[in-house]
T-cell receptor
Framework: AQKVTQAQTEISVVEKEDVTLDCVYETRDTTYYLFWYKQPPSGELVFLIRRNSFDEQNEISGRYSWNFQKSTSSFNFTITASQVVDSAVYFCALSSQGGSEKLVFGKGTKLTVNP | DARVTQTPRDKVTEMGQEVTMRCQPILGHNTVFWYRQTMMQGLELLAYFRNRAPLDDSGMPKDRFSAEMPDATLATLKIQPSEPRDSAVYFC???????????????FGEGSRLTVL
């Protein structure tokens, strides 16, 4: 069975601090895909990134960076110099190749960035 | 901007009533998903379709829930009869997939907030 664990339920930081959101996953598949989504207060889920299991290169996009480590089954997300607009619930998700494209989501981490 | 459109945005109903939620996926997308979000369970997959064919509805209570895609521009999720425990936000999402490369980016609608009294 597939499972995604986001151990941090809530995180609160002050603007300009760096913050890392943890994600640990479980799967028996050798090919799989990992995702991060952002859910701002308005409610919709916004896609941030998709990585496949064969690509362990870290990725940076502006203030966002992702660290994928297969050895620890983790796909952590770091926001550098956080801003108030980063306040949202962040979800990590997992899907597999081969017929089942459904995303299995973690429970989410609520990030509050205070001014 | 292409968007997934869901109606209604908010629905309050009484226990026992029928509820129908509608979703217009992004034009050209061939996969459609229905997710339910609650505080306790988080985001749960209810059903999904590829090319209008249902692929997985194992997450859906079969006795009261039904999901259909009458055509490529409309997906529906019906609850009959509704119960208070069905209160949640229901999200529709669409994407493009061949089924061989795993899920791609999914575009989510703004959700339908259902309250069953």
């Amino acid at each position: 069975a597939q499972k995604v664990t986001q151990a941090q339920t809530e995180i609160s930081v002050v603007e300009k601090e760096d913050v890392t959101l943890d994600c640990v996953y479980e799967t028996r598949d050798t090919t799989y895909y990992l995702f991060w989504y952002k859910q701002p207060p308005s409610g919709e889920l916004v896609f941030l990134i998709r990585r496949n299991s064969f690509d362990e290169q870290n990725e940076i996009s502006g203030r966002y960076s992702w660290n994928f480590q297969k050895s620890t089954s983790s796909f952590n997300f770091t926001i550098t110099a956080s801003q108030v607009v980063d306040s949202a619930v962040y979800f990590c998700a997992l899907s597999s190749q081969g017929g089942s494209e459904k995303l299995v989501f973690g429970k989410g981490t609520k990030l509050t960035v205070n001014p | 901007d292409a968007r997934v459109t869901q109606t209604p945005r908010d629905k309050v109903t009484e226990m026992g009533q029928e509820v129908t939620m509608r979703c217009q996926p992004i034009l050209g997308h061939n996969t459609v998903f229905w997710y339910r979000q609650t505080m306790m369970q988080g985001l749960e997959l209810l059903a999904y379709f590829r090319n209008r064919a249902p692929l997985d509805d194992s997450g859906m209570p079969k006795d009261r829930f039904s999901a259909e895609m009458p055509d490529a521009t409309l997906a529906t999720l019906k609850i009959q009869p509704s119960e208070p425990r069905d209160s949640a936000v229901y999200f529709c999402a669409s994407g493009t997939s061949s089924g061989r490369a795993g899920a791609g980016e999914l575009f989510f609608g703004e959700g339908s907030r259902l309250t069953v009294l």
